[in-house]
C-alpha cells in the first residue's frame, strides 16, 4: 500500500501563485508514475499533469500548459506541482495520484493510489 499526503492549498487572488506538494509513504516502489488531478464542485475529477518515474518527462492538460509545473525528489518520495497566474476557474480540489507504472498516465483508471485532497480558492 501507498499512502500520499498533498500539502499547500489555500486561498489565493487570481495571479498569484502556490506550490502543492505530495508526499509518499508505505510501499514507495509502487508509487512510479504520478500525477495531479483536480476537482470542482459539481464537475468531473479532471487531469492536471503528470510526470514519469525519473521526472524527465511531463505532460499538461491544455487549460494548464505554460502555467503550472510538476517535478518529483525521488529521495523524498514528493511529487510538487506549481501553480502560477492562477486564475478563478483553477479553484477546485487538487489531488495527487500514484501508479505502478513509470510512465506519463492521464487516465483516472490508470492511478492506483490517491491522496486526500487540498483545496485551492482562487478569488478574482
Known amino acids: 500500500q501507498v499512502q500520499l499526503v498533498e500539502s499547500g492549498g489555500g486561498v489565493v487572488q487570481a495571479g498569484d501563485s502556490l506550490r502543492l506538494s505530495c508526499t509518499a509513504s508505505g510501499r514507495t516502489s509502487s508509487a512510479s508514475g504520478m500525477g495531479w488531478f483536480r476537482q470542482a464542485p459539481g464537475k468531473e475529477r479532471e487531469f492536471v499533469a503528470t510526470?514519469?518515474?525519473?521526472?524527465?518527462?511531463?505532460y499538461y492538460a491544455d487549460s494548464v500548459t505554460g502555467r503550472f509545473t510538476t517535478s518529483r525528489d525521488n529521495a523524498k518520495n514528493t511529487v510538487y506541482l506549481e501553480l502560477n497566474s492562477l486564475k478563478p476557474e483553477d479553484t477546485a480540489v487538487y489531488y495527487c495520484?500514484?501508479?505502478?507504472?513509470?510512465?506519463?498516465?492521464?487516465?483516472?483508471?490508470?492511478?492506483?493510489?490517491w491522496g486526500q485532497g487540498t483545496q485551492v480558492t482562487v478569488s478574482s
Open positions: 495520484a500514484a501508479g505502478r507504472w513509470p510512465y506519463l498516465m492521464t487516465m483516472r483508471e490508470e492511478y492506483d493510489y
Open positions: 510526470i514519469n518515474r525519473s521526472g524527465g518527462n511531463t
